[in-house]
């Protein structure tokens, strides 16, 4: 009874604790292991492939084409990956304690940084071929979608309405049924936005991983994001205005044909079945939706679903009344077991990991990563707090202009999907022409892309500001500042706080591409952890890479952990309204 | 006999490893073409018991035996109607009749048909392809009543089905499922009808099973004899309701007044409080007062004149008399001197009664009081009287019945309580 008592908050909290360094130690061991890998194949080659790429504008078409097939395909990779992730972190307690931790380090893993590794190691798999560093690429832009959808759905399966599940055992659905009939239409709405934010941030990384040189190895893959990098090695403004207005055409297609389509079918998904709210409306959907094929292909696949149903169902005459006795103690031996092995991968992870960075990198070298890292999160947190000031008044401003808001909202998520570092060499155009600071003027490029999500999300905060709070604060005389203390600032600081943490993590992801930027021949450079890893990247040196993403992610979880989560609790907890 | 419970025995563990118990030695049966009620007041495990019949949950000692089986797992042939329908919002009302005919893997030109029938039985025909969002609340607990029809159980269980719907919708409803039973439409044998409503289980039930509270245990069991359609205005179904309303009443004071202290309305401070605030006691208190009752009512009359439910209207009542303002004995509620008085004096005096009142009569206000008197902060933190409270209730007992005292603790001015920070104090009570 003593020790059941024992089992409180703080060996709660401890265990938590725990498991994230269990998942840290993991990430880490499963990056050292690329890298070592990759090192053993590590040899110049595909060097030829670079002259396929041309400027031509003519070419963009087929560029984009393919640049969005790996997105694609990516989206699919991720699909396939929360759906049996995060079923499987869910129904087992076992595997929870250890997929969920491991979820929540690889989110804050800095993509970029390790990019390169993954290159070389899907090269080795295919030397010479394109077909490796087509599989890198599509890994790169995996990772960057897969870990958020995961945790959403994760998260849907954990909070199924308690009465569906009800109906869904007292029916005795077979497992499978369950799963399509119950879970995933369930979840489909937050798994839709969650692909949609996916979506958004990954374009910044398919153009970062179509160009990828790790030491003396040049990776090139037809695409948008090579031509640019041609267009910057050979300095043609010109070229890098055509990759940007095909990116945008191609946002605005995907964002048509796709997610809003999507969007507006899976309205029916929602749970709550409030009314009022105009539901969303594609004209894609209409037209599909009114197509004589298509509802004959939806019907087939129909059938088939309803007939993988009775399969998976035991025969009512079967299947008697104690079919399944659900095992409720586990074994207590098999607990330390596991237990057991887990420590012990732990301890030789740790061991290999430290082996492999001091192989080559002086003890007092760590101490450098970490004062760059405080020099990039200094970084950061200046670059989010001019974002808040300049946008939180605009969001609201618009937030409370229904038709202003209507208009800026899509643009602001669109700005958020268009991938900053596109515009990047805009940017050192304009720092060498004026003969700027590096180290001040590289590090608005970290915010660029991101700073949008704090725009879009205090407009979605402001909008939601009840129309009673307005009328009472106008009746009261509220206004000026306290009308910003006492009403505006508060209603939106949970949204500004979700706008916030993903501009945050974008911004420190962004810094591996920020950091260092090149045009043509000239190279700027500030000072920064991000800066760092690149140049390690670029020679080559993957102990240094190791290091560099190990120092980033730490940095990474203990401001999330330490900082935005307590402020995220609280905003939750004291400012949401209704 | 369709179902046969045993000594069916349920209990919960709470955080701290100990066990707190739900049900407490419930023998029931079940006959072929029988409705059973189960009533009791909310808290009373009548719906743990349906879900343990569904085989939902599973009992932690005694044994349920459903034609010759134990029920370990949700058995075939028993179907449930949810209080809230519990339909699939993404499925349309086709899809959601036919669900659990797809779980049994009929071909679908069976279950289809079986689905049209179900759907046509209930009334339901012509709203196949609408989805639940577009239906009213009567119309989507019909569906719940089709889909647990549709796969011909023998035996329906039904949780509150009629309590989510306003009082015309479930008259109707109630009546064409009586209608339905009476003429032998229905594809089921037996039917367990969970309830708080006392003249909804006096209309519709053979057997009623009366309930009491902490631990969840059957009081009493009482055979209705009238034949269908019963007639509520009809004098034996009146008496038959005010008797199971005495029933209801002195059996909670009766039994409150023997061995353990919770039972006793203010005893200890393991009291299991009701989520009631100071508005609705002086509410009650009032209408109370006011002609024509003039301090003494009789409870079901006074019920439906304020629109009530024994489920809401209970709790404030007993609160009343825990806090001496009221009496409460054989189905009537009397206004002691105290309560009277409270009328008469303005929000201040008011206010000074009470806080005497709640400090006398209720252990845990006087208990957090003299905490905080004693402490030289004079704070506590919420988590020292939850913990505490969680000795002698589950979790979310104790989090309501420390809320409650709270909002009558701030009403008396005895003790103030910040939510941020989670603590009680005697800052500016």
Known sequence: ??????????????????????????????????????????????????????????????YALRTSLRMLLAMVLSLLFTFT??????????????????????????????????????????????????????????????????FSFYQSLHTVPRELDEVSRSFRLSPWMRFWKLEVPFAMPALIWNMMMSMSGSWFFVVASEAISVGDTIVTLPGIGSYIALAIDQRDLGAVGWAIAVMLIVILIYDQLLFRPLVAWADRFRFEQEAGVPPPHSWVLTVLRRSQWVAFTTALFAKIWCWTYQRSQQPAWKAGFSWK?????????VDWLWYGMIAVVCVAISWKITFFVLQEVALAEVGTAVFLGFITMIRVFVLITVASVIWVPV???????????????????????????????????????????????LSPLMILGTQWYILFNVIAGASTIPGELRDISANLGVRGWLWWRRIALPAVFPFYMTGVITASGGSWNASIVA???????????????????????????????????????????????????????????????? | MLLDIREIHKSFHKPDGSELLVLDGINLAVNKGEIIGLLGRSGSGKSTL???????????????????????????????????????????????????????????????????????????????????????????QRVGFARALVVHPNILLMDEP????????????????????????????????VTHNIEEAVLMCDRIFIFGNNPGRIINEIKVELTHPRARLDPTFRDLVEHIYVEMTT???????????????????????????????????????????????????????????????????????????????GGDIKLTTEGLQFLEFDTDQRKRLFAWHLLTYVALAAHIRRVLDERPTHRAPWNRFSDELEDYMPQAAAERTLRTIITLGRYAEIFSYDDEKHIFSLDNP
């Open chain 1, 1 to 62: 009874m003593m020790q059941r008592l024992s089992v409180s908050k703080w060996s709660r909290r401890f265990s938590a604790l725990f498991w994230d360094g269990v998942a840290a130690l993991l990430v880490l061991g499963l990056i050292v292991f690329l890298a070592q890998a990759s090192s053993d194949f590590m040899q110049p080659l595909v060097e030829s492939e670079h002259d396929v790429i041309s400027l031509d504008p003519s070419a963009l078409p087929e």
């Open chain 1, 85 to 150: 992730y995060a079923t499987w972190a869910a129904k087992s307690r076992r595997a929870e304690q250890i997929l969920i931790p491991l979820l929540d380090i690889l989110q804050s893993v800095p993509i970029l940084g390790f990019i390169s590794i993954t290159v070389v190691f899907f090269l080795s798999f295919a030397p010479g071929k394109m077909l490796g560093a087509e599989l890198a690429s599509i890994f790169a832009i995996f990772t960057s979608q897969a870990w958020n959808m995961a």
């Open chain 1, 325 to 333: 006795k659900t095992e409720v103690n586990l074994k207590p031996w």
């Open chain 1, 395 to 441: 969001g609201v401003w618009l937030g409370l202009r229904p038709g202003a808001a209507r208009i800026a909202q899509p643009i602001a998520q669109f700005m958020a999907a268009f991938p900053a570092n596109l515009l990047f060499p805009l940017a050192v155009y304009g720092i060498v022409t004026l003969q700027l600071d590096p180290d001040i003027w």
């Open chain 1, 515 to 578: 950091e260092i930027v090149s045009w043509g021949n000239t190279t700027l450079q500030a000072h920064g952890l991000g800066a760092y890893i690149t140049e390690a990247t670029v020679a080559g040196d993957f102990h240094r890479v190791v290091l560099g993403i190990a120092v980033m992610s730490a940095f990474v979880v203990m401001i999330n952990r330490l900082f935005w989560r307590p402020l995220y609790v609280l905003a939750e907890r004291k400012f949401r309204l209704g």
């Open chain 2, 50 to 140: 349906l879900r343990l019949i569904a085989g939902l949950a599973s009992p932690s000692a005694g044994s349920i035996i459903y034609l010759g089986n134990e029920v370990t797992a949700p058995p075939p042939g028993v179907a449930m109607v949810f209080q809230n329908s519990a339909l699939f919002p993404w499925l349309t009302v086709l899809e959601n009749v036919q669900l659990g005919l797809e779980a049994l893997g009929l071909p679908i030109n069976e279950l289809r048909q079986r689905a049209i029938k179900a759907i046509d039985l209930i009334g339901l025909d012509g709203f196949e392809s609408a989805y639940p969002r577009e239906l009213s609340g009567g119309m989507r």
């Open chain 2, 162 to 193: 009629f309590s989510a719907l306003d009082v015309l919708t479930a008259e109707t409803l109630r009546t064409d499922f009586l209608d339905l039973w009476s003429e032998g439409q229905l594809p089921i044998k037996g039917v367990i009808l």
């Open chain 2, 251 to 329: 059996r909670a004071v009766s039994t409150s007044a023997g061995k353990r202290t919770e039972y006793f309305p203010g005893t200890g401070i393991g009291t299991n409080l009701p989520s009631v605030t100071s508005n609705s006691l002086s509410g009650l208190i009032e209408a109370v007062a006011a002609p024509p009752y003039n301090g003494e009512a009789d409870l079901p009359v006074i019920a439906s004149s304020l629109r009530m439910e024994i489920d809401d209207l209970f709790p404030v009542a007993e609160t009343l008399q825990m806090l001496r303002f009221a009496e409460v004995a």
